[in-house]
Antibody, heavy 123, light 109 residues
């Protein structure tokens, strides 16, 4: 069974750095073709892709947010961590982690999703 | 990199068919056969319904189908059912990143 779960602070202050952890089970991030990434969704708004890290440590970032994002993996712990610097109220959103390739076998398909975690940015 | 363009809403009666469009550019939808569609019910995580333009994951009813022509992809839902009422998002690989559509709210009348 494939599961992903996001964890991290529910409230951060403006200008602070957000650190989110995705803990997963049912697959390995050392398997060729597998990736884990992050997507966010502001309340009532659309999904926005943020970042992805592949099994071989290849990292991809949203061009518009690249300067603020860092994604890393700890294969032994089955975890992927996303950090986002200089948080602003407009970054208030539900943050999801998700896999590529695990269910679909497609290198470029985001397939399994976690339940998401709501992060509010407010002073 | 701009969001893909989807209609804000579509509707249909039970048993009917609806099609949701997703328009991008030659840098995303038109350039790759890596378009996927997600269904999202309120308060829930998105669920993969179609990938690689027209492939269905195991467990997704064959009422759901996908296609692409040029820079526009489409999701067709036939034999509408009440449980199909949800938000639908398209997503395309864009070379080194991914881009989502603005979402379409499907109402089953």
């Amino acid at each position: 069974q494939i599961t992903l779960k996001e964890s991290g602070p529910t409230l951060v202050k403006p200008t602070q750095t957000l650190t989110l952890t995705c803990t997963f089970s049912g697959f390995s991030l050392s398997t060729s073709g597998v990736g884990v990434g992050w997507i966010r969704q502001p309340p009532g708004k659309a999904l926005e892709w943020l970042a992805l890290i592949y099994w071989d440590d290849d990292k991809r970032y949203s061009p518009s947010l690249k300067s603020r994002l860092t994604i890393t993996k700890d294969t032994s712990k089955n975890q992927v961590v996303l950090t986002m610097t200089n948080m602003d109220p407009v970054d208030t959103a539900t943050y999801y982690c998700a896999t590529t390739s695990v269910g679909s076998g497609s290198y470029y398909t985001i397939d399994y999703w976690g339940q998401g975690t709501l992060v509010t940015v407010s002073s | 990199q701009s969001a893909l363009t989807q209609p804000r809403s579509v509707s249909g009666s039970p048993g009917q068919s609806v099609t949701i469009s997703c328009t991008g550019t030659s840098s995303d939808v038109g350039g790759y056969n890596y378009v996927s569609w997600y269904q999202q019910h309120p308060g829930k995580a998105p669920k993969l319904m179609i990938y690689d333009v027209s492939k269905r994951p195991s467990g997704v009813p064959d009422r759901f189908s996908g296609s692409k022509s040029g820079n526009t992809a489409s999701l067709t839902i036939s034999g509408l059912q009440a449980e199909d009422e949800a938000d639908y998002y398209c997503c395309s690989y864009a070379g080194s990143s991914w881009v989502f559509g603005g979402g379409t709210k499907l109402t089953v009348l």
